[in-house]
T-cell receptor, first 114, second 113 residues
Framework: EDQVTQSPEALRLQEGESSSLNCSYT??????LFWYRQDPGKGPEFLFT???AGEEKEKERLKATLTKKESFLHITAPKPEDSATYLC???????????????FGQGTILTVHP | ETGVTQSPTHLIKTRGQQVTLRCSSQ?????VSWYQQALGQGPQFIFQ???????GRGNFPPRFSGLQFPNYSSELNVNALELDDSALYLC????????????FGPGTRLTVT
């Protein structure tokens, strides 16, 4: 079965201290990789979709990259408002059947201190 | 454009009871997926509804059931509640043909005592 593992589980940064979050996956025939941001007690907010190795997407201080085995979410000069849990997910393959099961990692809890 | 909405926001039930959670999909979306998220974990897929039919199911027992209505809104029903059912229940909508691009609602926090 497809698996998604995120690291680290938690990350504490000082404001302005850049870093990266990792999402490694095992899936046959990747159909995309999704990054979400989740604030406490709320639903995940869609950030990026990556479809092929080498692809990069950027949004404000965030940049997502994809290789054949993992994805990175780079955070440049973070601010306290970037504090959240960041989740990655991959679509589950089901013998060619197309439906929308996303397999999520357990998330990385990011805390940015002022 | 209206986003995904869920009701109620919070719910407290007793073990053995039944519960119904509701979801309205984003404007223009015809597919709804339900997820369970335990504290400190990523969301776990329960099932998906497309054009009022179940279109995929995760590893959840039959006491988890659902419906989708002609206006694409959806219900999640859980019978015989257990303590382990306490979680954040998330609804996500998408467009048929782009099932994976899912937009989530705010969730319903269910506590079973």
């Amino acid at each position: 079965e497809d698996q998604v593992t995120q690291s680290p589980e938690a990350l504490r940064l000082q404001e302005g201290e850049s870093s990266s979050l990792n999402c490694s996956y095992t899936v046959s025939g990747l159909r995309g990789l999704f990054w979400y941001r989740q604030d406490p007690g709320k639903g995940p907010e869609f950030l990026f979709t990556l479809y092929s190795a080498g692809e990069e997407k950027e949004k404000e201080r965030l940049k997502a990259t994809l290789t054949k085995k993992e994805s990175f979410l780079h955070i440049t000069a973070p601010k306290p408002e970037d504090s959240a849990t960041y989740l990655c997910a991959v679509p589950q393959n089901a013998g060619g059947t197309s439906y929308g099961k996303l397999t999520f990692g357990q998330g990385t809890i990011l805390t940015v201190h002022p | 454009e209206t986003g995904v909405t869920q009701s109620p926001t919070h719910l407290i039930k007793t073990r053995g009871q039944q519960v119904t959670l509701r979801c309205s999909s984003q404007s223009g979306h015809n597919t709804v997926s339900w997820y369970q998220q335990a504290l400190g974990q990523g969301p776990q897929f329960i099932f998906q509804y497309y054009r009022e039919e179940e279109n995929g199911r995760g590893n959840f027992p039959p006491r988890f059931s659902g419906l989708q209505f002609p206006n694409y809104s959806s219900e999640l029903n859980v019978n015989a509640l257990e303590l382990d059912d306490s979680a954040l229940y998330l609804c996500a909508s998408s467009l048929g043909g782009r099932f994976y691009e899912q937009y989530f609602g705010p969730g319903t926090r269910l506590t079973v005592t």
